[in-house]
């Protein structure tokens, strides 16, 4: 979702709930998921054929054309595109090269409208969950790409906090889940950020003096707080959780942590992969307003592993210390790289409506950076799979 005007914001959600789920929306042939200038990429649908090898080079071309695209058209920071992939891409530089800097760009002009909002109004709607995705796309540029904290991830951060619920969360719409659902969801992204960006930490930390520092301090003890205290929405919101605690000490307890490794795995298909749509009864999707639509879905459409699971449930995995030898994540990977399609994408079917099926993105993202995390990765130009990251 992006950032315009409240009374776009406001028609949109209006138009997205009106939705059926007796006649559930076609996916239009005819027209692009991303389209910009010399970018098209067509409809994603699960009749795309299957490549007949992988292509680390294709699911590149799939998340950099996209997330440029979506940002050229829409002059906007979506969580579901190129929101996600400042959120993933940097960790993949030492592979893959640096990231696209007109996505940064993007970033810094989104930035600079919502710094001029008043409070009441950076509050409202999504902006909070925008504000999240700004401040971690910016860290992880910084801890990745450029090796220091930048004065704009700074301001970045400081305005994530301005954004802030009394609560400690960080509000958004309910509407589209799994990302643009939860006020839970944009918490993990929000604490992952402080956690990430370089130096920042230690900065606020030693600013005794600093009025505007105590009250960042004040809102990453309320954000702990919530984290450690609030029960997730769902498993979806479990497995964000141990992520996060892979990277915020005092999250989750060792047993905690283990009975939630446990939990993913459990999730876990005959074929391999993981299924979006298990990690939560339909109810517990955002505001449910999605229940009556999923519910009405076939048994193999609720159950088939998707490329969004399958990819962060390894991120998570290896990221809480499971090998990548572990035959579990062996036969993950084997899945991953027997379903990317001919466009360089992974299928996965929305949650929210079949026009558009924007979750293909991080179902896409998540199974590059997934691979990365296991070795697996050996794209033209660089040397053969790692055996340290395979540890």
Same mark, same amino acid.
């Given at each position: ?21 007796? &006649? ?16 098209? /990429? ?17 699911? *590149? ?5 996209? +997330? ?17 992939? *400042? ?9 893959? #090269? ?7 760009? *993007? ?5 600079? %409208?919502?710094? %001029? ?6 509050? %409202? ?47 958004? &719409? ?12 944009? !918490?993990?992204? +929000? ?5 990430? !960006? ?25 954000? %702990? ?30 047993? !905690? ?25 339909? &109810? ?30 390894? /991120? ?12 579990? /994540? ?28 924007? /979750?293909?993105?991080? #179902? ?28």
């Amino acid at each position: 979702m992006f950032v315009r005007s409240l009374s776009w914001v406001t028609l949109f959600i209006l138009l997205a709930t009106s939705i059926s789920a007796a &006649e559930p929306e076609k996916t239009n042939p005819a027209k692009p998921q991303y389209v910009h200038e010399d970018v098209h /990429i067509g409809p994603a649908s699960a009749d795309e054929p299957i490549r007949a090898e992988f292509s680390a080079a294709a699911a *590149l071309d799939y998340v950099t054309d996209g +997330a440029v695209a979506w940002g050229k058209a829409n002059s906007c920071v979506s969580c579901h595109t190129n929101g996600s992939y *400042l959120r993933m891409r940097p960790a993949l530089t030492p592979l893959l #090269g640096a990231p696209s800097g007109e996505v940064r760009e *993007l970033f810094l002009a989104e930035m600079d %409208k919502l710094v %001029k909002l008043k409070e009441k109004q950076l509050k %409202k709607n999504i902006r909070p969950t925008i504000t999240a995705y700004l401040a971690a796309g910016l860290a992880e540029w910084d801890r990745h790409v450029a090796g220091q904290l930048s004065p704009e991830t700074d301001a970045a951060l400081r305005l994530m906090f301005a954004a802030q619920a009394d609560d400690g969360s960080w509000s958004n &719409e309910d509407c589209w889940p799994p990302i643009e659902s939860s006020a839970y969801h944009a !918490a993990t992204v +929000a604490a992952m950020a402080t956690a990430t !960006a370089p130096g920042w930490l230690e900065q606020v930390s030693a600013a005794t003096d600093d009025t505007d520092s105590e009250a960042v301090r004040e809102g990453i003890a309320r954000m %702990k707080s919530f984290l450690r205290d609030t029960e997730p929405p769902h498993d979806y919101g479990r497995l964000l959780l141990l992520w996060t605690s892979t990277r915020v000490d005092g999250l989750l307890a060792d047993e !905690a942590a283990a009975e939630t490794r446990a939990m993913i795995f459990s999730h876990q298909n005959d074929d391999g992969g993981w299924s979006l749509r298990s990690f939560a009864t339909p &109810e517990t999707w955002g505001s449910g307003n999605r229940a009556e639509r999923l519910k009405a879905e076939d048994d193999a459409t609720r159950t088939a592993s998707d490329g969004h699971m399958t990819g962060l449930a390894v /991120i998570v995995l290896r990221a809480a210390g499971v090998s990548a030898d572990d035959e579990r /994540i062996e036969r993950a990977v084997t899945w991953l790289k027997s379903n990317q399609r001919e466009s360089g994408r992974w299928w996965t079917r929305s949650l929210s409506s079949d026009r558009y099926h924007y /979750i293909t993105y991080t #179902g896409s993202m998540y199974p590059l950076a997934a691979l990365a995390a296991c070795g697996e990765l050996s794209p033209p130009g660089v040397a053969g799979n790692s055996t340290e990251a395979r540890r």
